[in-house]
């Protein structure tokens, strides 16, 4: 497709259970984003890859969370235990190239844990 | 650190108005870059400008114009005429050395026929 995809568009889990969320980039873009978005307010930065590997992973709130990108193209989001405070909408960015590109966003997933 | 504040947190108007939404930034970067995204009722964020901060040539889109000041450190963003289907939540976002982008909370626009 032409743009950022993610799947699922929506996910429902009980709290304590493991989830993984998938980002499928614009392709050709090297640089990949991952962001949360609470309900009214603006998106929250969690990771970013430049290729395979994670540039920074500065926004990650603990170490329930992980992300990985092996090939360089599809990066999956994992929370491990999920609880009730990381239901949200979850956003994938992706960036043509080093530098400032603009970042094109996915329709996102909504995660909600119960 | 960098920090960026939309004080206005919605905003209504009459289809036909002009409508400026504010957005005024932080940070201690020398190089930096200023976005506004549009997120409408169906959720996708929507690229709708970028500035680098040597550049503060105003620049007009259409109905959409921005005046980027820094001198007042402001990225402000005007929609003239507006239309119901501007209807959505305006969000001003600064990216520094590290690219990832610093979002304010949004301003929600209504625009009633």
């Known amino acids: 497709g032409a743009g950022v995809s993610q799947t699922p568009s929506n996910k429902v889990t009980e709290k304590g259970k493991y989830v993984e969320l998938r980002c499928d980039p614009i392709s050709g873009h090297t640089a990949l984003y991952w962001y949360r978005q609470s309900l009214g307010q603006g998106p929250e930065f969690l990771i970013y890859?430049?290729?395979?590997?994670?540039?920074?992973d500065s926004g990650l709130p603990n170490d329930r969370f992980f992300a990985v990108r092996p090939e360089g193209s599809v990066s999956t989001l994992k929370i491990q235990r999920t609880e009730r405070g990381d239901s949200a909408v979850y956003l994938c960015a992706s960036r043509r190239g080093v530098g400032a590109d603009t970042q094109y966003f996915g329709p996102g997933t909504r995660l909600t844990v119960l | 650190a960098q920090k960026v504040t939309q004080a206005q947190t919605e905003i209504s108007v009459v289809e036909k108005e002009d409508v400026t939404l504010d957005c005024v930034y932080e940070?201690?970067?020398?190089?930096?870059?200023l976005f506004w995204y549009k997120q409408p009722p169906s959720g996708e964020l929507v690229f709708l400008i970028r500035r680098n901060s040597f550049d503060e040539q105003n620049e007009i889109s259409g109905r959409y114009s921005w005046n980027f000041q820094k001198s007042t450190s402001s990225f402000n963003f005007t929609i003239t005429a507006s239309q119901v289907v501007d209807s959505a939540v305006y969000f001003c976002?600064?990216?520094?050395?590290?690219?990832?982008?610093?979002f304010g909370k949004g301003t929600s626009l209504l625009v009633t026929p």
């Open positions: 940070t201690r970067d020398t190089t930096y870059y």
């Open positions: 890859f430049q290729g395979t590997g994670a540039a920074d």
């Open positions: 976002a600064l990216s520094g050395h590290g690219y990832a982008l610093n």
